[in-house]
């Protein structure tokens, strides 16, 4: 029988595999948890920003991706009858007073906003976060408005329409210029399309 001295260095060694055996299962089991709780979080924001846009499709399997400059956005497409009724995609301000503040924006073929949601935000307590739907109804101030409407795009401090929070400023700010560029980003990109189907037609026609 091989000395105790012997067999310890091995002993050691299975004990660390096991170890890493598991906290690498239990690594997998969490990220696992968490992507399925952001896919949960999407849907809800999903349904509460396309629920204005009638629709019989599921926007969360209705995909596409759009270049932009700051890379791919993810488009959800709401349909009806097989006809795009409106679109959400997610658009995140990097103004945060916390961090970055990424928002589900709700869009109807008209241009004006459906809806927006807060999807995720490091904002302050009692501060910051009443841009969250849970903990007041500032947000719903967005919903149908466009570039079209006269809106003034910025908290009132700047001149704009929109109510900033008492002792933050910054969190409403954020929020305020992340929805008016997902405005200019959905126009922007809408009127390219609309230019490549005008360009396609006319191509066979000839």
């Known amino acids: 029988r091989p000395p105790r001295s012997t067999l310890f260095p091995y002993t050691t060694l299975f004990r ?3 170890c890493s055996a598991l906290l690498g ?5 969490t990220r696992g948890e968490i992507r399925l709780r952001q896919a949960e979080d999407l849907r809800h924001a ?6 204005a846009v009638p629709h019989d499709n599921n926007p969360a399997e209705d995909t596409v991706a759009i270049d932009d400059a700051g890379g791919a956005v993810t488009v959800y497409r709401a349909r009806m009858a097989g006809e795009v009724r409106g679109v959400a995609f997610n658009w995140v301000s990097e103004a945060g007073y916390g961090g970055p503040i990424t928002l589900t924006v709700g869009i109807g073929r008209d241009g004006r906003i459906a809806s927006v949601r807060v999807l995720s935000h490091s904002e302050t307590p009692g ?6 739907v849970r903990k007041s109804d500032w ?11 006269g809106t003034r795009w910025g908290v ?28 200019k980003f ?21």
Do not use: N, W
Request: hydrophobic share 35%; aromatic share 4%; net charge positive.
């Open 46 to 51: 999903l349904d509460q920003t396309l629920a």
């Open 156 to 183: 009132r401090k700047d001149g704009g329409e929109f109510d900033q929070f008492a002792g933050a400023t910054i969190t409403p700010r954020a929020v305020v210029g992340a929805v008016h560029a997902s405005l």
């Open 139 to 149: 947000i719903r101030g967005f919903d149908g408005r466009g570039l079209d409407t």
């Open 127 to 132: 501060l910051g976060d009443k841009i969250d």
């Open 16 to 18: 660390s595999l096991g």
């Open 186 to 206: 959905f126009a922007a990109h809408r009127e390219r399309r609309s230019e490549e189907r005008r360009v396609g037609k006319e191509c066979r026609s000839r």
């Open 25 to 29: 299962a239990g690594d997998l089991a």
